[in-house]
């Protein structure tokens, strides 16, 4: 898929958990583990906006387009 989250990069910077996050956010850790390992198929703005205001990022910090074909 070419969209990458790097919601497991900006967690290490934060030096947070995904127990802590969950509850900082009021998403299950399942979610959020799905979320992280890049297994969710999308994702809520509202949810985004959550994040964001949690790890103090924004939008791109946690999502990366990479394309698949040569340029």
Excluded: H, W, Y
């Amino acid at each position: 898929m070419p969209i990458i989250v790097r919601l497991d990069a900006i967690m290490a910077r934060r030096k947070m958990r995904l127990q802590e996050l969950s509850e900082k956010v009021d998403i299950s850790e399942a979610n959020l583990s799905i979320l992280k390992t890049g297994k969710a198929r999308a994702i809520r703005f509202s949810t985004l906006e959550s994040l964001c205001k949690v790890l103090e990022c924004q939008p791109g910090d946690l999502l990366e387009f990479v394309s698949e074909e040569p340029l």
